[in-house]
Nanobody
Framework: QVQLVESGGGLVQAGGSLRLSCVAS????????IGWFRQAPGKEGEFVAA???????TIADSVKGRFTISRDNAKNTVYLQMNSLKPEDTAVYYCAAARYFYLTTTRNDFGSWGQGTQVTVSS
């Protein structure tokens, strides 16, 4: 089992930037893709981005061009760089480790989840 801890959330004005971090511990970190999801009040959880062991990634259309995902395997850390933030980006952001080795956007393919970090974007 992989344990994940997110950090870096906070309050930012529209147009600003934040960088979220997801630090992993436990079993081998490098093998499985790591993804970010978000949950806004009253809305369905939404896939944001995922990155595999070699740095290949996939990004949701809703954040493409504004968010980037990367990983540092030596530090057991995945980053979500969020630029040009909008009020609709306000949500709790969770990182998760995929059960399998392929890159995926499907929530059920992720088996270990962090506790989440709040991101609030003011207009």
């Amino acid at each position: 089992q992989v344990q994940l801890v997110e950090s870096g959330g906070g309050l930012v004005q529209a147009g600003g930037s934040l960088r979220l971090s997801c630090v992993a511990s436990g079993r081998t970190f490098t093998a499985n893709p790591i993804g970010w999801f978000r949950q806004a009040p009253g809305k369905e959880g939404e896939f944001v981005a995922a990155v595999n062991w070699s740095g290949g990634s996939t990004i949701a259309d809703s954040v493409k061009g504004r968010f980037t995902i990367s990983r540092d395997n030596a530090k057991n850390t995945v980053y979500l760089q969020m630029n040009s933030l909008k009020p609709e980006d306000t949500a709790v952001y969770y990182c998760a480790a995929a059960r399998y080795f392929y890159l995926t956007t499907t929530r059920n393919d992720f088996g270990s989840w962090g506790q989440g970090t709040q991101v609030t974007v003011s207009s």
